[in-house]
């Protein structure tokens, strides 16, 4: 556990990138040691945060579990200069702290060189306090970031390479223990300093890629004895290797439920075991969609960022979000994100062109916010379809106050009569079809409750999972599984009938 390194008394971060002064490698400072492995998401974490200090040189720690990085503290450089750097030595203390309480040691320090090569000056060299710890340095110079690692001895320096890997379990993953997920999770809540959250429209980083991105995990890990409960199991030699769907919901808690027992329904299976896992993280607490995008309400990007990121860390291999409203923010979420989140509007927009092409206009059942983000409308004219939406009286008296029943759990009866009174408008005014986009229209409506044919775009992202889920599972028993398009290579016919 490298114990010498992680209980010694914290020294100075510091360290100058001074493009003019370096040290040459010496043979004396060589090893056997691989290339620094570093998890795509950590790897993105410390790009986002020196990416933000582009005016000057950023630092941070990074914590190890045993050989394996497991966190990053982004640092304040307390010089605020942009070549050389020191780390607030409070920020320091607490990370070594929290490193100490979850048995982790400081295994690597980076910080950036905005103007400079990747290369350690003799002062980088001079200063590096910490001889157990790698030196990482991620070079801005010509805008996309080139990270180099460092083995550094008292007379030089060793560039061991970096790999850069995307893991996803269970192909992946050997044991995630639930208490190191939590700890990490307590950095990413919004409002934290330590989460780079990119704002709607910001520039996105240009990330170079250094060193392979592997699909394996190079070593093996301790076994497990006696397994607590809330322990994640090494399901490395399982031959049952499943994909895992990450539902991000919350909003509103019975959407997230219809969305699961949709799954459930849907995916073909004749014993427990048959069926998909799935994490639902659902946070009631993000704020209103439709007050952001109408009113200039609460972004809720920070919050979709950070339940996307919480089942990632848990071990999703795509994304879900029963919310058609929150797939206006979308564009910024993706990038934050180091797995797929699957749309639900190409999702019931494709259904609606295979299933109901013919009827050319398609009615629109959405809250206020997803019809002015139009989202569905553009979505329709790429596939050739016109949409329409309810009269601004009819949005608000039936559609609009329908949800609000829904949300509030009141009388979902009185919810019906008002959404089968829209249907009937949109459907004299020439809907061939509806689309139930809101999460929580269908629960009050179903398509015995209207004569005009009725897709429920819940039930439409329902499809898309499961037909996702069981694409990814056939191609991982030829190998890793491949992303072939941003529908991932489902089958609307197939998913339709349960077929795998």
Sequence with gaps: MHDATRRRSPRFIQGRSDSSEFSAPSDAARSDVGPFRIERRLYLHIVE???????????????????????????????????????????????????????????????????????????????????????????????????????????????????????RLPWLSSLRRRGRTVATLGEQQPGSHATAWRPVGARQPTIAMRGSESSDRARDRDALAAPAAHDFFDLDDDPDRRAVIGILGGMGPLATADLYRKIIEITP?????????????????????????????????????????????????????????????????????????????????????????????????????????????????????????????????CVSAAIDEIKAGRNTSAATALLVEACERLAQRGAGVILAACTEIPIALQQRHVKTPLIDATAALARTAVATALHLDETAQAGEPQWETSTVGWDLDKARTGAS
């Design 49 to 167: 945060h020196l990416q933000a200090t582009l005016d000057e040189e950023g630092c941070g720690l990074i914590a190890f579990d045993d050989d394996l990085p497991v966190k990053v503290y982004p640092g304040t450089n307390v010089l605020r200069s942009d070549n050389r750097y020191r780390m607030d030595d409070l920020e320091v203390l607490r990370a070594v702290d929290e490193m100490d309480r979850n048995g982790w040691w400081l295994g690597a320090i980076y910080h950036s060189h905005p103007r400079s090569a990747p290369v350690p000056s003799t002062t980088d060299i001079r200063e590096a306090n910490w001889p157990h710890a790698l030196m990482i340095i991620v070079s801005l110079l010509h805008g996309a970031a080139d990270m180099r690692a460092y083995r550094v001895a008292d007379d030089g320096y060793e560039d061991i390479g970096v790999e850069v890997y995307a893991e």
């Design 269 to 397: 299976a004749a014993r427990d075991q048959d069926h998909i896992p799935v994490l639902i993280y659902a946070d009631p607490r993000v704020p209103d969609r439709s007050a952001a995008l109408l009113q200039g309400g609460e972004d809720p990007t920070p919050w979709l960022v950070a339940g996307a990121r919480a089942l990632s860390d848990m071990g999703a291999d795509f994304i879900v979000i029963p919310c058609n409203t929150a797939h206006a923010f979308l564009d910024a979420v993706r990038p934050a994100v180091d797995r797929p989140i699957l749309s639900m509007i190409d999702a019931a927009a494709d259904e609606a062109q295979a299933l109901h092409g013919q009827a050319g206009v398609v009615g629109l059942l959405a809250t206020s916010g997803t019809i002015a983000s139009e989202m569905y409308q553009r979505a329709f004219r790429h596939r050739g379809l016109d949409a329409i939406v309810p009269e601004a009286d009819t949005q608000r008296r």
